[in-house]
């Protein structure tokens, strides 16, 4: 993260922004002004480029969460994108370039969330015995903003995939739980 400069997070912002704004206006709002991240800042970033820029994209950020009553160290996957006329080409390289990368991190599972609609293309990558879908599990965050006019400052979200990929230990070892906290955005 150290290593990008103010041009980086420009180009990486506004290739958010354009990945991020089909899905909703506010998924690519947050991306405004030169913004390059969407809560907490990543640890590290793989980022691909070609000769139009930006290609993909896919950040880490070791963080604790709470499975059920268990806290348990992870590298929390985000902030995946791939530029449209891209796409269908490869969430699967995307994480398996990231895995060596994942094992230097010492950390027992890697985690991401994605939204329902994105079940079959993350299941392809799952069939390759990578990772494992979990589903019926919420995830509670902290909103990265603080709202005024909001009643809390968290949310929980009952409609997302779970990927975990196990790293140091065994899927098996993954605590039972239907409640994630992240203990931060």
Not at 97 to 111: C, S
Not at 161 to 184: F, H, K, Q, Y
Request: contains cysteine; glycine residues 12%; hydrophobic residues 40%.
């Amino acid at each position: 993260e150290n290593e990008l400069q103010l041009p980086d997070h420009l180009e990486l912002s506004e290739f958010f922004r354009k990945t991020y704004e089909p899905t909703g206006a506010f998924n690519g709002k947050q991306f405004e002004g030169g913004r390059s991240w969407a809560g907490a800042r990543p640890e590290v970033r793989a980022i691909g480029y070609d000769v139009h820029g930006v290609a993909a994209h896919m950040g880490v950020l070791r963080r604790y969460i709470k499975v059920g009553d268990v806290d348990l160290l992870v590298a929390e996957l985000g902030l995946y994108g791939v530029r449209p006329d891209l796409e269908g080409l490869g969430i699967a390289h995307s994480i398996s370039v990231m895995y060596p990368v994942l094992q230097q991190l010492g950390v027992p599972f890697a985690f991401g969330t994605v939204r329902q609609a994105l079940r079959n293309h993350v299941g392809r990558f799952c069939r390759k015995g990578l990772a494992n879908i979990l589903t019926g599990v919420r995830v509670r965050s902290t909103l990265p903003d603080v709202y005024p006019d909001l009643p809390s400052t968290t949310r929980v979200d009952d409609d997302v995939l779970l990927m975990v990929l196990p790293i140091g230990r065994s899927m098996s070892e993954w605590p039972a739980g239907t409640l994630i906290d992240r203990n931060g955005p």
